[in-house]
C-alpha cells in the first residue's frame, strides 16, 4: 500500500565521455585545472554514477596542493594515488608480457604491482577492461596511436582474447573460495601465459590439414605421443 502512493525515479547511468564532461563542466566553474587523462579516470571508477565521481573528485581536491599561481592543478599521476587505481598503462604492460608468454617478467611485475597496494581483483578488473576494449578496437578496425596497444592489436585474435576473457571470469569466482589470494592471482597468471600460446579451435583444424599436430603444438609445451 505504501509503495503504491510512492512516486518511483529510475535514473540511468551515465556514460564515461558523459560523466567526463560533467566533470571538466564542474572543474572549469571552480576554476581548477586539470588533465584530461584525470578525469576520464575518475568517470571510468565512477562507472556511470555521478555521485561516485563527485565524491571521487572531492577527494582528489583534497589531496592537491595548489601551484605557484595558487590554483589547483588535478594531474592523472595525483587521481591514481589517491584513489589507487591500477591504471591503463600497467595494464597493457603486464597483458603484453602475458600474451607473449613471458611467465617470469609476468610474475615480477605482478609482485611490484602487488606491493604498491593493488588487490588482486582490481588487476583482474582493469586487464579485463583493457581485454573488452582490445575486443571493440579490432571489431571495429580503429588504429591506435599508442604503440604496445597497437602491438596487441596485431598479436591477438578475438578468440584468443576472448579466451583469456573467461579464464578471468571463472578466476573471479575462484577468490569466493577459500585461499590465498597471491597464490589464486599468480596461478591465474601462469594460466593466462600458457593459454596465450595455444591455437583456437578453428586454427588447429585449418594448421591440421597440412602440418603435423606436434609441430603445432611444439610452443605451447604440449606433446601428442603416437
Not at 53 to 76: G, Y
Not at 128 to 134: A, G, K, P
Not at 140 to 151: D, F, W
Request: with cysteine; proline share 2%.
Amino acid at each position: 500500500t505504501i509503495l503504491s502512493r510512492c512516486q518511483k525515479f529510475f535514473l540511468r547511468n551515465l556514460s564515461t565521455d558523459e560523466l567526463e564532461k560533467h566533470l571538466q563542466n564542474i572543474c572549469n566553474k571552480e576554476d581548477i585545472l586539470f588533465d584530461n587523462d584525470a578525469l576520464k579516470i575518475i568517470a571510468n571508477k565512477a562507472d556511470g554514477s555521478v555521485r561516485d565521481a563527485l565524491s571521487i573528485l572531492d577527494q582528489v581536491i583534497i589531496s592537491t596542493d595548489k601551484n605557484i599561481e595558487n590554483k589547483i592543478f588535478i594531474t592523472k599521476d595525483i587521481v591514481i594515488g589517491t584513489t589507487n587505481i591500477f591504471n591503463k598503462e600497467d595494464a597493457i604492460k603486464l597483458l603484453s608480457q602475458i600474451t607473449s608468454n613471458d611467465v617470469k617478467s609476468s610474475l615480477t611485475d605482478v609482485e611490484e604491482i602487488l606491493s604498491k597496494g593493488f588487490s588482486e581483483i582490481d588487476i583482474i578488473t582493469q586487464i579485463m577492461e583493457l581485454i573488452n576494449d582490445l575486443i571493440k578496437l579490432k571489431l571495429y578496425q580503429s588504429q591506435q596511436n599508442s604503440t604496445e596497444l597497437q602491438k596487441l592489436l596485431m598479436q591477438n585474435s578475438i578468440p584468443s582474447l576472448l579466451r583469456l576473457w573467461q579464464i578471468c571470469v571463472k578466476s573471479l569466482r575462484d577468490f569466493n573460495l577459500p585461499g590465498i589470494a597471491k597464490t589464486k592471482f599468480e596461478i591465474l597468471i601462469i594460466k593466462m601465459c600458457y593459454a596465450s600460446t595455444l591455437p583456437t579451435p578453428n586454427e588447429l583444424i585449418e594448421r591440421l590439414k597440412d602440418s603435423d599436430i606436434n609441430e603445432i603444438l611444439k610452443d605451447s609445451n604440449i606433446k601428442i605421443v603416437e
